[in-house]
Every structure is written in structure tokens, then in C-alpha cells.
């Protein structure tokens, strides 16, 4: 499975982006597709997930800012709306995904998109 990330940027607090995740390979495989962010300084965080099963879960950081969703017609790619951004969502976001395969589970990332909100 490879995921291939974009949409980060730069942006002013308040402003909005939404970040897109492309998966390609054996993606039937896939369980769960979600974000993650690491600022700087930090450890990776949770952002938002859902699982094929149509369960979602979301920071509380972010709850009621970002919506996790997928494209219906391209059901492999995910996208991250992100509104009201403040400084503090600065980070680089990676897309991820979790592939079951038997008793097997493997995490999969993207290469990270940056995300700069200025104040």
C-alpha cells in the first residue's frame, strides 16, 4: 500500500485547508484510514480516523473543526477539512492506514504535509 499525501500549506489562523490522501496497492486490505500530526518538539498525535466499518474517532483538539471523510467515488482517497485553524494545528499531518491481511496488521504512512497556521 502507498499513500501519497497534499494540501498543506500555509495559512492564517481561522482560515481552512483540507488535506488529501490518495492510497493506492492492495488498499482492499485496508481497515482503517486516518490522520495523524507531529509538531515540532512533539510526539505523533492522533488527529482523526475512521474504520471500514463506518466508526470515526477524533482528537478533542479538533472536535467540530476537522471532519474525516471519504471520497465517494474514489473511495481510496481520504480528506482532512480543517476550519477554524489556529496556531497551535501547526504541524506535519500524515495520512495512515491500517492493513489487516489474515492475522496480520501492518500500519502504513504517507510522506507528511506541512501545515503552517500563522497568528
Known amino acids: 500500500v502507498q499513500l501519497q499525501a497534499s494540501g498543506g500549506g500555509l495559512v492564517q489562523a481561522g482560515g481552512s485547508l483540507r488535506l488529501s490522501c490518495e492510497a493506492s496497492?492492495?488498499?482492499?486490505?485496508?481497515?482503517?484510514r486516518g490522520w495523524f500530526r507531529q509538531a515540532p518538539g512533539k510526539q505523533r498525535e492522533l488527529v482523526a480516523t475512521?474504520?471500514?466499518?463506518?466508526?470515526?474517532?477524533s482528537a478533542d483538539s479538533v472536535k467540530g473543526r476537522f471532519t474525516i471523510s471519504r471520497d465517494n467515488a474514489a473511495k481510496n482517497t481520504v480528506y482532512l477539512q480543517m476550519k477554524s485553524l489556529k496556531p497551535e494545528d501547526t504541524a506535519v499531518y500524515y495520512c495512515?492506514?491500517?492493513?489487516?491481511?489474515?492475522?496480520?496488521?501492518?500500519?502504513?504512512w504517507g510522506q507528511g504535509t506541512e501545515v503552517t497556521v500563522s497568528s
Open positions: 495512515n492506514a491500517v492493513a489487516v491481511v489474515g492475522s496480520l496488521s501492518r500500519d502504513y
Open positions: 496497492g492492495s488498499v482492499f486490505s485496508l481497515v482503517r
Open positions: 475512521f474504520t471500514s466499518g463506518g466508526s470515526t474517532n
